[in-house]
Nanobody, 121 residues
């Protein structure tokens, strides 16, 4: 059983920083891409940032220069460092990973439970 567990959300003032973490656990053979999505009330879920096993990264235009995604392959963990936060960054942030479980021939998409990020102005 593979699961993703997120941590690090919370309340921060505009201009502040937060660091999100997402750890994958269970019977894992390999992890390909990992990423973060967010969804604000009344809006569609959007990709914030992703990182591939090659460390190639991709960012939404709205967070470029402010957010940094990284991963620790030894810990099966992906991080999202969020700096210079704005009120419009407030959302539920969810971790996503493309994981191949042990004993299976294919990769599957897994999601974390989501963590709330609130930014006060």
């Amino acid at each position: 059983q593979v699961q993703l567990v997120e941590s690090g959300g919370g309340l921060v003032q505009a201009g502040g920083s937060l660091r999100l973490s997402c750890a994958a656990s269970g019977s894992i053979f390999s992890i390909n891409a990992m990423g973060w999505y967010r969804q604000a009330p009344g809006k569609q879920r959007e990709l914030v940032a992703s990182i591939r096993s090659s460390d190639r990264v991709n960012y939404a235009d709205s967070v470029k220069g402010r957010f940094t995604i990284s991963r620790d392959n030894a810990k099966n963990t992906v991080y999202l460092q969020m700096d210079s936060l704005k009120p419009e960054d407030a959302a539920v942030y969810s971790c996503n990973a493309d994981i191949r479980p042990r004993g299976l021939a294919f990769s599957y998409e897994y999601w974390g439970q989501g963590t709330q990020v609130t930014v006060s102005s």
